[in-house]
């Protein structure tokens, strides 16, 4: 047997080396990959060459093996175990994002978001400035409903096109989504490959000072020179998540090597040797206080995944 756990060795005769093209990895490394820089590795990681060697490689796995999309891992926390099945991860043929007339643009699941909001700005096309807020691929912020500064992707999405855990593609429209905050009805193991954003007319010059006015605040306001993982709550009806958490004297909480930002205190930070553990244990000890002192119950808006 190879080295690796039992369950690398039994999905090894599940995945279907034969005919692929992209890169794939046994036992790959995580925490390199996500923003907090923790994290155990994955069973197998999947870099597809492009749509059709990821069709194939999809239709072409045996058994139950789950199915997971990773983008930039910004707001995702990889357990310490590792995470079961294959990773998915759209790299440079999935990054392109093309003006297709009439204000709308068509990007691929691996652009970043400021990729996105630069090529409206130089096109003239508005509406799209919040994405530049939002750290993370369009695979992502489509399936989370993305927002920032007052917008949300249920707002510019027309339809995006997935590739579902079976190799199966559909085009999907919005409304198809379900979208509500920070939630769409994208089943697990779904690949957002693509998406068409509407947008309107803009003058690129005030387009850039908005995108300059959303990074700013971003800077003024948030750790963004941590080792962290963006907004770690929803924040609750009627309440901002930050004034829950500073109120139930979290600010500058620690566990281990986690820590609640003194900057930002809806923000979880690696300090340096953190544990995955240490950080979401520190979200639930959080949590917990908020409920005893509030009665508010908060949510993880952060994604958790893997083996405790």
């Not at 992209?22 to 820089?37: C, E, H, N, Q, S």
């Not at 509500?180 to 490959?193: D, K, Q």
């Not at 281990?256 to 930070?269: P, R």
Request: net charge negative.
């Amino acid at each position: 047997m190879a080295p690796g756990s039992e369950t690398e060795a039994i999905s090894a005769d599940l995945i279907p080396v034969g005919n692929i093209r992209g890169k794939l990895t046994r036992g790959a490394p995580l925490a390199k990959l996500v923003w907090f820089k923790t994290g155990g590795n994955a069973d197998w990681l999947f870099e597809p060459e492009d749509l059709d060697d990821l069709r194939g490689f999809l239709e072409g796995l045996q058994g139950d093996l789950s199915v997971m999309a990773l983008g930039l891992g910004s707001n995702l926390i990889v357990r310490d175990g590792g995470v079961p099945g294959v990773v998915i991860r759209l790299g440079k043929p999935f990054a392109q994002v093309l003006d297709k007339g009439d204000h709308v643009l068509e990007c691929g699941g691996g652009a970043s978001g400021i990729l996105v909001s630069s090529t409206a700005r130089d096109a003239g096309i508005a509406g799209l400035e919040f994405l530049r807020g939002i750290p993370g691929t369009v695979g992502g912020f489509v399936r989370m409903n993305g927002g920032a500064y007052g917008r949300e992707v249920a707002d510019v999405l027309i339809d995006c096109d997935v590739v579902m855990p079976d190799g199966n593609f559909v085009k999907l429209p919005a409304a198809d989504l379900q979208y509500t905050y920070r939630h769409s009805a994208l089943p697990e193991g779904a690949v957002v490959v693509a998406a068409r954003f509407q947008g309107e007319p803009g003058d690129p010059e005030e387009i850039g000072a908005e995108m300059d006015r959303i990074a700013e605040a971003r800077e003024q306001s948030q750790p963004l020179r941590t080792k962290t993982g963006g907004s770690t709550f929803k924040n609750p009806e009627g309440h901002k998540a930050w004034q829950l958490v500073d109120a139930a004297g979290c600010r500058g909480l620690t566990m281990g090597g986690a820590q609640v930002s003194e900057k930002h205190t809806n923000f979880l930070i690696n300090t340096g040797d953190a544990t995955s553990a240490d950080i979401e244990g520190l979200g639930e000890e959080v949590k917990r206080r908020v409920y005893e002192n509030s009665g508010v119950q908060l949510e993880w808006e952060i994604q958790r995944v893997g083996r405790p």
